[in-house]
Nanobody, 127 residues
Framework: QVQLVESGGGLVQPGGSLRLSCAAS????????IVWFRQAPGKEREGVAC????????YYADSVKGRFTIARDNAKNTAYLQMNSLKPEDTAVYYC????????????????????WGQGTQVTVSS
């Protein structure tokens, strides 16, 4: 059974930081690109960052570029999203997705097949 479990969400003040984790079981992440998505109430789901299976390529949405950093530790079968300089507009449920893709590339669009979703973790940025 494949599981992706996100953790690390919570309530943080504007300007603060959080690190989200995405721990995988039942699959070997070496063969998967990882994409972080978020969805705020009343808004469409947005891809914010991705990292290729090898870690050699990363890509960020303009809304988070320079503030968020995606990383992975294949030995731990885990991916991360370091979020700094958080803003109220970053408030959302954050999801990780593993996409079976071993070509060393990634995109922040939603793949239609060969993917697994996590259950999401709430991030709230508020004073």
């Amino acid at each position: 059974q494949v599981q992706l479990v996100e953790s690390g969400g919570g309530l943080v003040q504007p300007g603060g930081s959080l690190r989200l984790s995405c721990a995988a079981s039942g699959i070997i992440l070496d063969y998967y690109a990882i994409v972080w998505f978020r969805q705020a109430p009343g808004k469409e789901r947005e891809g914010v960052a991705c990292i290729s299976n090898s870690g050699g390529m990363t890509y960020y949405a303009d809304s988070v570029k320079g503030r968020f950093t995606i990383a992975r530790d294949n030995a731990k079968n885990t991916a991360y999203l370091q979020m700094n300089s958080l803003k109220p507009e970053d408030t959302a449920v954050y999801y990780c997705l593993a996409h079976l893709r071993g070509d060393g590339r990634c995109t922040i669009t939603t793949p239609q097949a060969a993917r697994y979703w996590g259950q999401g973790t709430q991030v709230t940025v508020s004073s």
